[in-house]
């Protein structure tokens, strides 16, 4: 049995991705002019620009385009943040930055990781999240989750025998690959996560023991 398509009432909720973008653009502006692309008004424009036909591709059936409009942010949420982390490891020789200004920028932009990647998690996982919306339960994708390997009367006893992971699980295994550099209870399966894990890690290692030690070190 599987819901119906266009179902809104019963559909994964998209609220959290939508707050996780804000966000994103919000952390964005209060990084230094010095790592930002452009003029301030060009990373929200563009954002905006993709944002609002998405929701409204969502709202209106157009699956399809709102998959297609959805990677669009992700990757210039993306290359925002490559960038910006790019250029603030670059700023650490010249030691023009104070010290608690690169701490700053360190914090936002390791929040800034943890939201991208989770966005790209939820966005990609078994089809992304109209896809899930047609299955009764959450029994196959990229990540294993712990309830999928619960026997159907274990999820009953929690009431969750309808389960499937929703924005906060993969802002949940965003959060800990940015801090523990590993899915912690969550293992991997598909090689596209192990490679996105990977860069996420490796932003987030180039931000902690580099640019916020290198800080740390100068105070």
Request: aromatic residues 10%; hydrophobic residues 55%; negative net charge.
């Amino acid at each position: 049995m599987t819901t119906a398509v266009g179902d809104l009432d019963d559909a994964e909720p998209r609220w959290p991705a939508l707050v996780a973008i804000l966000a994103v653009g919000g952390l964005y502006d209060a990084l230094p002019d010095a790592l930002t692309i452009g003029p301030r008004w060009l990373y929200p424009t563009v954002v905006l620009a993709l944002l609002i036909p998405t929701a409204v591709s969502h709202h209106t059936g157009h699956h399809r385009a709102n998959a297609i409009l959805g990677y669009a942010v992700d990757t210039v949420l993306t290359l925002a943040l490559a960038v910006s982390v790019f250029r603030l490891v670059a700023a650490l020789p010249a030691r023009k930055a104070a010290p608690e200004e690169l701490l700053f920028a360190a914090a936002v932009l390791w929040m800034t990781n943890i939201l991208v990647f989770a966005l790209w998690y939820w966005r990609l996982d078994a089809g992304g999240p109209h896809a899930r919306d047609q299955r009764d339960r959450h029994t196959e994708g990229a990540f294993l989750f712990p309830q999928m390997t619960m026997s159907d009367e274990a999820l009953k006893k929690l009431g969750q025998e309808d389960w499937s992971p929703n924005f906060v699980e993969y802002l949940f295994l965003a959060f800990n690959t940015s801090t523990a550099f590993s899915p912690t209870d969550v293992p991997v399966l598909a090689r596209w996560a192990k490679v996105l894990m990977m860069l996420q890690a490796l932003l987030s290692l180039l931000i902690i023991a580099l640019v916020a030690a290198r800080a740390v070190n100068i105070l």
